[in-house]
Nanobody, 118 residues
Framework: QVQLVESGGGLVQAGGSLRLSCAAS????????LGWFRRAPGKEREFVAA????????RYLDSVKGRFTISRDNAKNTVYLQMNSLKPEDTAVYYC???????????WGQGTQVTVFS
């Protein structure tokens, strides 16, 4: 089992920045990929960004490219999501997820709220 704990959410004005963190514990050797997802009110959960735990190769949702950066610190078993130039449409609960393959996420965090006001 892998446990994931997110932190760093909050309230920010449009154009501002936030950095989310996700600390992994437990059987972290099983992790192949770590990702961030979000669920906005009344909408389906959507993929935001992911990073290969070993290679560092990243993927992004088109609407966040150039604004969000995913990174990892293997020594701390932590993945980060740096969010810049935030927009009100980025408002959502953000979830960290870990998986044993590129598109298969097996473990999820509890979520952290990000609210962007104009």
């Amino acid at each position: 089992q892998v446990q994931l704990v997110e932190s760093g959410g909050g309230l920010v004005q449009a154009g501002g920045s936030l950095r989310l963190s996700c600390a992994a514990s437990g059987r972290t050797v099983s992790i192949y990929t770590l990702g961030w997802f979000r669920r906005a009110p009344g909408k389906e959960r959507e993929f935001v960004a992911a990073i290969n735990w070993s290679t560092g190769i990243t993927r992004y949702l088109d609407s966040v490219k150039g604004r969000f950066t995913i990174s990892r610190d293997n020594a701390k078993n932590t993945v980060y999501l740096q969010m810049n130039s935030l927009k009100p449409e980025d408002t959502a609960v953000y979830y960290c997820a870990a998986g044993v393959s590129t598109f298969n996420y097996n473990w999820w965090g509890q979520g952290t709220q990000v609210t962007v006001f104009s």
